[in-house]
């Protein structure tokens, strides 16, 4: 079988082309309307040379009188010819006018069947064009599926290229910002470029001066090459321009903290002036030691009191060496001078968290009073007999004497009570004081005795 629609070959027992898939149409080769015409010509002539029946003749009967239906009689030859003649007419009137109706409906039913093959046409015609039009349609949505596909494509391919011009301005603005310069100088440390850190941190500093983070890797670059100084600098010189800056101070006490130098963290504070850094960092905080009485001269033993307003231990040295909770001697009562001349005391507090204050130092000197040279009696001069020699020794010293002309010395002999004086000879005798506190020795006081007994 072929298909009216694509010409493709198939099977007779299908009913849909498998090519287009268009339904298929069995159209017969014979005209049935030959058959309807030969069917009726065929009824008319059967009805017109068919038997006379016995039925037909009663219904003749029926038909032609108003006589009783009941009755019966012999028809006569006559009655019987007439009847046949009057069936043969109407046979032949009813064989005409179904020969008519045969006619009409025969050309009824060509026109039917030429309205139907029209109607077939049409249809197959509506079915192709319904086809075309899907064909047509399906296409449409094949191009308009392709341009969105083609537009989505083009615009993936614009966002991604916008995307990659928004990242790559990102990353340019990202590595000339403060935040780039701080990474890029770290990663200079890494590689021991130290030149090139200190040129990205001194980068961040220009960009903004206020923030620490350029401060703190520019003193990396000292700390990783083990210049303690030069990375303090780097605090100094900031703090110095920004005294009000309080995350520098912090920065710098954190500096001091992590290289074991928290000493220093009180002169860094000694030297702030502003209250909101102060406050701040008032953790850090210890204040400095305070002596009473104050440092001076004094003529008599004192007693020196230590004290600090952040409380702490207090530690302190009279050597003049900087105290520490480890050389240093921990303060429980009051320092007692009682030796003659100066003495340093230098003494440092520790606040709650341990951190060092400033060092105070005080200078203290003892000085006793020096009496005049001591008092030897009798005065100088020639007796007749021996006379009871007398020093007299003022409290807290001691006096020694010779009576060979010598000048005397705490070696010599001890004054313990009068001496007497030898006779018939000339007698030098000296003698001197010795403070029992310092051991100074007074200026000597000298007499001459001469004795001339009988």
Do not use: W
């Amino acid at each position: 079988m072929i298909c009216r629609h694509c010409g493709a070959n198939f099977p007779d027992d299908l009913v849909v082309c498998p090519e287009c898939g268009a339904e298929v149409q069995i159209v017969p080769d014979y005209n049935p309307l030959d058959d309807v015409l030969a069917r009726e010509v065929r009824g008319s002539v059967e009805g017109a040379t068919r038997q006379i029946q016995t039925e037909d003749i009663r219904r003749y009967r029926r038909g032609s009188s108003d006589q009783n239906v009941n009755a019966t009689r012999v028809l006569r030859q006559d009655e019987m010819d007439r009847i046949r003649r009057d069936l043969r007419s109407g046979a032949e009137k009813q064989g005409t006018d179904g020969s008519r109706r045969n006619t009409d409906e025969m050309r009824s039913q060509r026109q039917s069947a030429g309205n139907s093959q029209r109607q077939r046409q049409s249809t197959d015609e509506l079915r192709r064009s319904r086809q075309n039009t899907g064909e047509l349609k399906r296409q449409r949505q094949q191009k308009r599926l392709e341009a969105a596909k083609r537009k989505r494509r083009n615009l993936l391919i614009t966002m991604f290229a916008v995307l990659a011009l928004i990242i790559a301005g990102i990353v340019v603005v990202y590595q000339n910002s403060y935040t780039g310069m701080i990474r890029k100088g770290y990663n200079a440390i890494q590689t021991r470029d130290y030149t090139a850190a200190a040129r990205y941190f001194d980068r961040a500093i220009v960009k903004d001066r206020s923030r620490v983070e350029a401060y703190v890797g520019h003193a990396e670059v000292y700390i990783d090459q083990e210049d303690l100084d030069g990375a303090e600098d780097v605090y100094l010189s900031a703090i110095e321009t920004q005294p009000t800056n309080e995350r520098l101070y912090q920065a710098a006490i954190d500096f001091y903290m992590d290289t074991e130098q928290p000493e220093k963290i009180a002169v860094l504070l000694q030297n702030c002036e502003d209250e909101t850094v102060l406050n701040a960092v008032s953790d850090y905080i210890s204040s400095a030691p305070q002596f009473s009485p104050k440092e001076g001269t004094y003529s008599e033993v004192q007693e020196i009191t230590i004290t600090s307003d952040t409380g702490g231990d207090i530690y302190y040295t009279l050597d003049g060496t900087d105290p520490t909770a480890e050389t240093g001697t921990k303060y429980t009562e009051p320092v007692l001078l009682q030796n003659e001349g100066a003495t340093e005391i230098r003494a440092v507090a520790m606040n709650s968290r341990g951190i060092p204050s400033v060092i105070t130092s005080g200078r203290y000197t003892i000085e006793f009073p020096i009496v005049d040279a001591p008092a030897v009696t009798p005065s100088t001069g020639q007796y007749s007999q021996s006379e009871q020699i007398t020093i007299t020794v003022p409290e807290g010293y001691t006096a020694y004497y010779t009576m060979d002309g010598t000048t005397p010395t705490t070696s010599s002999t001890q004054y313990t009570g009068p001496v007497t004086m030898p006779e018939n000879t000339q007698t030098i005798f000296m003698a001197v004081l010795v403070n029992n506190n310092n051991g100074k020795l007074t200026e000597v006081t000298t007499r001459n005795y001469i004795t001339m007994t009988e």
